[in-house]
């Protein structure tokens, strides 16, 4: 069946510091694959998404990129802020199987001044 | 509505009682899913609607959840009995359509339940 896997956090950074949260995952068909962000005490918003192969998916300032050799879609961002602490969602979407979207485990950001 | 709208926003109840969860999904919706997330824990789904329809009910926990939605719009997640290990949020998201690429998901703010 589809799953993602995601990198265990927390991850711990400085401000300004670069910022990597991997993701793989497996799937029947061609997925969609979405990064969700979740801040304290909210529910899930769309951080971004890519729809085919190559495409790369970019919103306030992140960036991630579909792979398909590697089954990933890794989570970038060159320069974080204290305001991107929060927890990051990798999900997919299999075209092939019963389209129900499958998160990964969530990472939690913590970004110190 | 320009969002995907659930009540109540938070909710204690007694152990035993019965809760109803609403989601009201974006207008011209018609995928509608409810997933669970329990404290610190990822992402749990329990169903998912087509429409009225709801093809796949294997995520509900127990015979205590159901689900309905009617009008291809609002939809209820029914809690009977509720124990304390059903404390969670319930979140609701909706999409315009199942398969990709179009479906992209917008989730509510979801229902804080606690169980006392």
């Known amino acids: 069946g589809d799953s993602v896997t995601q990198m265990e956090g927390p991850v711990t950074l400085s401000e300004e510091a670069f910022l990597t949260i991997n993701c793989t995952y497996t799937?029947?068909?061609?997925?969609?694959l979405f990064w969700y962000v979740q801040y304290p005490g909210e529910g899930l918003q769309l951080l971004l998404k890519a729809t085919k192969a190559d495409d790369k998916g970019s919103n306030k300032g992140f960036e991630a990129t579909y792979r398909k050799e590697t089954t990933s879609f890794h989570l970038e961002k060159g320069s974080v802020q204290v305001s991107d602490s929060a927890v990051y969602f990798c999900a997919l979407i299999s075209s092939g199987g019963s389209y129900i979207p499958t998160f990964g485990r969530g990472t939690s950001l913590i970004v110190h001044p | 509505g320009a969002g995907v709208s659930q009540s109540p926003s938070n909710k204690v109840t007694e152990k035993g009682k019965d809760v109803e969860l609403r989601c009201d999904p974006i207008?011209?919706?018609?995928?509608l899913y409810w997933y669970r997330q329990s404290l610190g824990q990822g992402l749990e789904f329990l169903i998912y609607f087509q429409g009225n329809s709801a093809p796949d009910k294997s995520g509900l926990p127990s015979d205590r959840f159901s689900a309905e939605r009617t009008g291809g719009s609002v939809s209820t997640l029914t809690i009977q009995r509720t124990q304390q290990e059903d404390s969670a949020v319930y979140l609701c998201?909706?999409?315009?359509?199942?398969?990709?690429?179009?479906?992209?998901?917008?989730f509510g703010e979801g229902s804080w339940l606690t169980v006392v």
């Open positions: 799937a029947t068909g061609y997925p969609s």
């Open positions: 207008s011209g919706h018609t995928a």
């Open positions: 998201a909706s999409s315009s359509r199942l398969d990709p690429p179009g479906n992209t998901i917008y």
